[in-house]
């Protein structure tokens, strides 16, 4: 059965950093693609990034470009987004989704990750 379990979510301030975790159980990371979505209040859950397990491939939003960085420990089998120079609008609940790393489009997409975490709370304030 593959589980995924977010941590490292909190409070920060604006321009801080946070890392989240995903531990992945169940799945052997090189044939699966992992991303990691973003749900605010009244919005639409959104792909932030993506990476392929195989070839380590990523993709970024470009609200996130050049702030986020998605990377995977295959040796722990976790799959971790360093978030910098937060903002005020990267507040929301984020989750890690994985799916066999076969035909998906860059941009990930919910439909097609099978796979989901609980989600961690992640909130940018003074």
């Known amino acids: 059965q593959v589980q995924l379990v977010e941590s490292g979510g909190g409070l920060v301030q604006p321009g801080g950093s946070l890392r989240l975790s995903c531990e992945a159980s169940g799945l052997a990371l090189d044939y699966y693609a992992v991303a990691w979505f973003r749900q605010a209040p009244g919005k639409e859950r959104e792909g932030v990034s993506r990476i392929s397990g195989g070839d380590g491939s990523t993709y970024y939003a470009d609200s996130v470009k050049g702030r986020f960085t998605i990377s995977t420990d295959k040796s722990k089998n976790t799959i971790d987004l360093q978030m910098d120079s937060l903002k005020p609008e990267d507040t929301a609940v984020y989750y890690c989704?994985?799916?066999?790393?076969?035909?998906?489009?860059?941009?990930?997409?919910?439909?097609?990750?099978?796979?989901w975490g609980q989600g961690t709370q992640v909130t940018v304030s003074t």
């Open positions: 989704a994985a799916t066999l790393d076969y035909g998906l489009s860059a941009e990930p997409k919910s439909y097609q990750y099978d796979t």
